[in-house]
């Protein structure tokens, strides 16, 4: 049996591919389930991580169980496996091992050195533990993988080269805003979830100085339980939990945004943001300024015949608002505001690309003289500049102007995606999430403590592959020594046959001499078979001492099986072959 390692990452899929392809815990039950059923694999394990998903398994055959991986892949994933191949990567034997022990090292992460991968490698494994999908290597592989991931950062100073995705997003938030310390003093924040990365979340804020922290989750008493956590953190932030109910009125009150949760679906719209955005007003303006200046805003000339075609004058009021801060035009039909980038005072066919000759004056009184028809096709105009938008490229942070002022900052650490990618257009709101972080990312300097890390990959690599190779013979050494123990026995009691007047001390003095010839003749031999085995290239003498001795394969197959079960009695003798071959001394008769 070999180790296979089939999967896709931010480094070989776009953001786009890996949301569809987000496992959830369901998904990742049956997939495994469904992976150790398959006849290429004994057993298996699945990491999903907002950054990456693979499926570990036990096979013995490569081709085979790397089409069997990937099917299973496409199937539990829902993306079609056409779609999917382009993307996949795969890794066998060592280069598998290494591929593990990178990820627990952090040097396969988004943000280089960042530890938290070892939490989530600690629940793969417990998962195929729980699910006994996990047999003696996977247990074996992941176990050594912790504690290479540990080793490395104990060692070496690989922490000062990354850092969690949290804190890396909330930099990518202030950048070009001073120092995230300095950013967060007095800012009011909403977490939404209270899994293990909002928790982080909600740690880091009140870490950095926020004044407040609301969670948000669908389970109340698991954000009652952060909250609770936060208050006796000693940081002085005040917190509270709200359902999920209770987020859109939050928004409104909110500076900055952490969402990551296990959602299949959007958690904020564009029309989320775009109401909290237009309620709570432009960037440094309370809720309740805003709210008096659309009372106060003049009624433009028209409204009224406006509104009987179809227009909200508070939905304009509310819009002409949001745009005025920012010098844009209000999109009534559509809910959103586009950039008005035409020749000062206009805008219109050949200037922005919009079909319809719209006046330049911000507000309610742009829409003035407009009839209904001319709005809808502005409103078709916008929505496809929209979607234009979201299908071209973008580096970094989203927002509008990196030098504005922004209302509302929203961190996006989910897969698939907690918030609606279009936010980025509305003003005063600045995004980042976890496409944005990998473009940040790329161009972050690498530590020199990375190859450091690389050298403890290289070596433990090595040492596992060593171990892995000189356990697959011991069944084999186990067996002879059953075998030769089964001979002496044989013989001592023909002996006693022949001679019946031997007394007991003389014949254990007998049994313990004939003992000690076998010994001494296999010492050698097996001492040096497990030395050649734990080399590269040394399975084959494993073969070659069964073809030597005849040993038989189903007495060698019953001893793996029972040792990688754990039984006491396999343990044991196995135990006792290595501690002989180990303490036993030819020269020296005991």
Excluded at 227 to 248: F, H
Excluded at 332 to 342: F, N
Excluded at 355 to 377: C, F, Q, S
Excluded at 437 to 456: C, N, Q, S, T
């Amino acid at each position: 049996m070999s180790l296979l390692v089939v999967g896709l990452s931010h480094r070989s899929a776009p953001v786009s591919v890996l949301e569809r392809a987000a496992l959830s815990a369901d998904a990742k039950v049956k997939l495994l389930h469904d992976t150790v059923a398959a006849e290429p694999a004994a057993e298996a394990a699945v990491l999903a991580t907002c950054n990456r998903i693979e499926l570990y398994a036990d096979v013995d055959k490569f081709h085979a169980g790397v089409a069997e991986l990937s099917t299973l892949l496409a199937q539990h994933s829902g993306v079609a496996l056409e779609e999917l191949t382009p993307y996949l990567y795969v890794h066998y034997e060592d280069r598998a091992v290494h591929h593990l022990f990178s990820v627990a090292c952090g040097l396969d992460s988004m943000v280089v050195g960042e530890g938290q991968i070892l939490g989530q490698i600690k629940d793969t494994l417990a998962l195929g533990q729980d699910l006994h999908t996990a047999g003696r290597l996977i247990n074996d592989l992941f176990q050594q993988a912790l504690r290479v991931g540990k080793r490395a950062h104990s060692e070496t100073g690989i922490d000062r080269a990354g850092q969690s995705l949290v804190t890396f997003g909330l930099e990518q938030l202030t950048a070009g805003r001073g120092t995230v310390e300095a950013w967060a003093a007095g800012k009011r924040a909403l977490v939404i979830g209270a899994g293990s990365m909002s928790s982080l979340a909600a740690a880091t804020l009140a870490r950095v100085g926020v004044a407040e922290i609301v969670v948000a989750n669908r389970t109340a008493e698991r954000a009652e339980r952060l909250v609770e956590i936060l208050v006796a953190s000693g940081t002085g932030v005040a917190a509270r939990a709200v359902p999920m109910a209770g987020v859109t009125a939050e928004l409104t009150r909110a500076d900055v945004v952490v969402s990551c949760t296990g959602a299949t679906g959007l958690v904020l719209t564009g029309d989320d943001i775009a109401t909290a955005v237009a309620d709570g007003g432009p960037a440094g303006v309370l809720p309740e300024q805003a709210a008096q200046a659309r009372a106060q805003a003049p009624a433009a000339p028209g409204t009224a015949e406006r509104a009987v075609a179809g227009l909200d004058p508070d939905v304009v009021a509310r819009l002409a608002a949001v745009a005025a801060a920012g010098g844009r035009l209000a999109d009534a039909g559509s809910a959103r505001t586009i950039p008005a980038t035409g020749t000062p005072g206009t805008t219109g066919p050949g200037a922005d690309g919009c079909p319809v000759d719209v006046p330049a004056p911000a507000g309610r009184a742009a829409l003035t003289g407009v009839d209904a028809n001319a709005l809808e096709l502005h409103g078709t105009w916008a929505d496809q500049g929209e979607a234009a938008a979201q299908r071209q490229p973008r580096r970094g942070t989203r927002s509008h102007a990196d030098g504005a002022p922004v209302r509302l900052a929203l961190l996006d650490l989910a897969m698939p995606r907690d918030i609606d990618a279009a936010v980025h257009r509305i003003p005063g709101v600045r995004l980042v999430d976890i496409e944005s972080l990998a473009e940040a990312a790329a161009d972050a300097p690498m530590a020199a403590d990375v190859d450091a890390v690389r050298g403890i990959v290289a070596d433990e690599v090595a040492a596992f592959g060593a171990a892995q190779r000189a356990a697959h013979i011991t069944p084999t050494v186990v067996a002879l020594r059953a075998m030769a123990a089964e001979v002496v026995a044989m013989e001592v009691a023909r002996l006693d046959g022949r001679l019946p007047e031997l007394d007991a001390r003389q014949r254990a003095e007998v049994t313990q001499t004939v003992r000690r010839v076998v010994d001494k003749l296999l010492h050698a031999p097996t001492v040096r078979v497990k030395q050649l085995a734990s080399e590269p290239g040394g399975a084959g003498y494993a073969e070659a001492l069964r073809e030597l001795f005849d040993l038989d394969p189903q007495t060698v197959v019953s001893v793996s099986r029972a040792d990688a079960a754990g039984t006491p009695g396999a343990t044991a003798a196995a135990g006792a072959a290595g501690t002989a071959d180990q303490n036993h001394d030819p020269g020296r008769a005991s």
